[in-house]
């Protein structure tokens, strides 16, 4: 796994590449345009990602940041217990750093569950990729392969329960992504009434 990016460092942070595997497709992913972020290549070769491997990177580039974040070319949350392995690692030695989990909120629906307990003192912040203001533009943009007609409320749930948790819960959306009409004041509307933070971030046709 040596010669893959599972750990790599973007605007003085480390970012953990756990999978390719991701239950949308949404049409402004910045792998749509390119295989590399900042010269790092994150398409895996290997997608049977092991935390022993994660680890072993993270060792090697961890140089004192402050913040680590979950976020890669694929759904971390499908990789649950080698982000809960990495995690508690990070937890155990590196505990002054704040471990963020980049997601579209799908786990509790892919896992049957609420996954939410099981992170808790391992993940600080959730950022939650909300993405739209109705089901349609929601399926629209980010061409969802799970299997609910109602994949917006699964993901408002899914906001609602980290909340409920007690972790700093952000729900982010992108704007400007061609001519789709993400409306910012009715998302930020949504993430206020589920007691989250929210974050608009602009598309950049470079992806970052």
């Known amino acids: 796994m ?14 953990i590449n756990l999978t390719n595997a991701c239950t949308n497709k949404c049409l402004f992913c910045i792998r749509n345009l390119k295989d590399n972020v900042c010269g790092k290549k994150l398409w895996l070769t290997n997608d049977n ?20 974040i979950f976020c890669g070319y694929g759904e971390p949350t499908l990789r649950l217990e080698v982000l809960k392995e990495t995690a508690k690692f ?4 590196y505990p002054n750093v704040k471990v963020r989990l980049n997601t579209n ?15 808790k003192n391992l993940v600080d912040e959730i950022s939650v990729s909300l993405n739209a203001q109705s089901e349609g533009l929601y399926k ?5 392969e799970i299997k609910t007609q109602t994949p917006l409320k699964e993901v408002e749930d ?3 329960k980290s909340v409920e948790a007690g972790f700093e819960t952000v729900a982010s959306v992108v704007s400007g992504y061609k001519d789709y009409e ?4 009715e998302c930020e509307q949504i993430a206020h009434k589920l007691g989250a933070k929210f974050k ?8 970052y």
Do not use: C, M
């Open 2 to 15: 040596e010669d893959q990016n599972l750990v790599y460092l973007l605007d003085g942070k480390i970012y």
């Open 49 to 68: 990602v092991k935390s022993k491997d994660v680890i072993s990177q993270l060792k090697n580039i961890y140089n004192g940041e402050s913040e680590i």
């Open 90 to 93: 990070i937890k155990e030695n």
């Open 105 to 119: 909120g799908h786990a509790n629906f892919v896992y049957k569950r609420n996954i939410l307990p099981e992170l």
């Open 140 to 144: 629209e943009l980010t061409q969802t």
């Open 158 to 160: 899914f906001i609602k």
């Open 182 to 185: 993400v409306n910012i004041k």
């Open 200 to 207: 608009n971030r602009e598309w950049l046709d470079k992806g």
